[in-house]
T-cell receptor
């Protein structure tokens, strides 16, 4: 069965600093992986997805993620944080029935 | 292009009341699903459907019913609301290809007193 673990329920960075949000997955088949962002009181917006075409995936708003099979990881990064990046981020893996299985989320705070 | 539309946006119920959360999509997606979001729990799957007339249970189905009579609509029914069902509910759809992302509605915030 597929599962996702997000390390750190809260991450705080200074504006301009590197953002690193960690995601580890478990899957018995080659995974399809996704990162979503949720701004306060809004729905979920797709940041990027991994579908085996390339291990380094670029998404919107300057975010990217690298798929590492040996580490079963799909960490999300951004070189320089902006105040507008403050949100909750969810990593997800596609389940066997087609649904997405989500991690518990990481809230990102950005300090001025 | 409306995408996934959920109504209502907010709802307050008393314990024991019933209600239906509406979800409609205009993208001709075969797959639709309902999630609930609770603080610190992420999103948990309630029910899903892989096409009209086909529904199945997810991780937390108790207390909820669904039906899928058309491709476009996937309502979620709360039969007898309980305070434990206080949550934010999201409807989502995708066309079925494994690499396709879920498209989410804007959510319904439900409070049961």
């Amino acid at each position: 069965a597929q599962s996702v673990t997000q390390l750190g329920s809260h991450v705080s960075v200074s504006e301009g600093a590197l953002v690193l949000l960690r995601c580890n997955y478990s899957s018995s088949v080659p995974p399809y992986l996704f990162w979503y962002v949720q701004y306060p009181n809004q729905g979920l917006q797709l940041l990027l997805k991994y579908t085996s075409a390339a291990t380094l995936v670029k998404g919107i708003n300057g975010f990217e993620a690298e798929f590492k099979k040996s580490e079963t990881s799909f960490h999300l990064t951004k070189p320089s944080a902006h105040m507008s990046d403050a949100a909750e981020y969810f990593c997800a893996v596609r389940g066997s029935q087609g649904n997405l299985i989500f991690g518990k989320g990481t809230k990102l705070s950005v300090k001025p | 292009n409306a995408g996934v539309t959920q109504t209502p946006k907010f709802q307050v119920l008393k314990t024991g009341q019933s209600m239906t959360l509406q979800c409609a999509q205009d993208m001709n997606h075969e797959y639709m699903s309902w999630y609930r979001q609770d603080p610190g729990m992420g999103l948990r799957l309630i029910h899903y459907s892989v096409g009209a007339g086909i529904t199945d249970q997810g991780e937390v189905p108790n207390g909820y019913n669904v039906s899928r009579s058309t491709t476009e609509d996937f309502p979620l029914r709360l039969l007898s609301a309980a305070p434990s069902q206080t949550s934010v509910y999201f409807c989502a759809s995708f066309p079925g290809a494994p690499g396709s992302p879920l498209h989410f509605g804007n959510g319904t915030r439900l409070t049961v007193t």
